[in-house]
Each structure stands twice: as structure tokens, then as C-alpha cells.
């Protein structure tokens, strides 16, 4: 589990004019090689492929998804009754006991804390919100 996938996405497609590496490129390939060694990405990795392997977490999640997409237009309309509601906590609460999606989440949380404190240094470097710039959408 190295940092193979996360370098290759970092700078996939990097060099539009078939040149040699930038310095930029060069930058981009050591910092996802460094975020690939940490031990929150390497939790993370590892909790995810144990929670890919296991069947009942699997399930549960998928029932819990199912049953969310399926209220979704009734939630956001206020017209999902009690029970439905009831139902779709119980679901939630039953794919949140399984081990392998706790440790999931919870490895998650811990790269996300990683990756907001690595923004917060780049974007006092560079003088601008970092994450935000990177991000597809308008409104990041």
C-alpha cells in the first residue's frame, strides 16, 4: 500500500507539453509520496480495504444507502413519516456498529484533520486558500 496511487493522481496528466518535469511536478510527486507515508494515510488505506473485505459491513451499508436514497426526496420535502425516519437511524446505527466501517470512519476523520492542517500551511505559504483553488467545483 505506498503512495503509487496517490502520486499517480496527484499528477496524472501533468505534462501537457510532453516536457521534462517542473519544478511544480517535481514538488507535487515528493508531497504525495510524503501524505502516502503518513499514518493516518496509511489507517486510512488499510482501514478501507478491510472495510471493502468484509461482507456485513458491506451489507449494512448498502441497506443504510438504499433506504436513504430511497427517503431522500421525502426528507427533503418534510414528508417522511416517523417511522420511515426511524427506520433509516436504525440502518445507520446498525452499518455505524459494524468494526470494520467505525475504524473506517474514524481513520477518515483522522486524514481529513491531516489534510485541513497540510491546507492551512500551504495556503499561509502561498497567500491564498489552497484547497479552495484546487477544487473542481466554483464555490470551494
Do not use: I, K
Request: hydrophobic share 40%; charged share 25%; aromatic share 6%.
Amino acid at each position: 500500500m505506498g503512495g503509487t496511487r496517490v502520486e499517480t493522481q496527484v499528477v496524472q496528466g501533468s505534462s501537457e507539453s510532453g516536457a521534462e518535469d517542473s519544478g511544480v511536478e517535481s514538488a507535487a510527486r515528493r508531497f504525495a509520496a510524503a501524505l502516502a507515508e503518513t499514518p493516518a494515510f496509511r489507517a486510512f488505506e488499510e482501514a478501507s480495504v478491510r472495510f471493502r473485505d468484509d461482507e456485513r459491513a458491506q451489507q449494512a451499508y448498502g441497506a443504510y444507502q438504499a433506504q436513504q436514497r430511497a427517503l431522500q426526496p421525502l426528507v427533503m420535502l418534510g414528508a417522511a413519516s416517523d417511522e420511515q425516519r426511524t427506520e433509516l437511524e436504525r440502518l445507520h446505527e446498525a452499518f455505524l456498529a459494524e468494526p470494520s466501517a467505525a475504524e473506517l470512519l474514524e481513520a477518515q476523520a483522522s486524514l481529513t484533520a491531516l489534510c485541513r492542517a497540510v491546507d492551512g500551511l500551504l495556503s499561509e505559504r502561498v497567500g491564498l486558500r489552497f484547497a479552495a483553488t484546487c477544487s473542481p467545483g466554483c464555490c470551494g
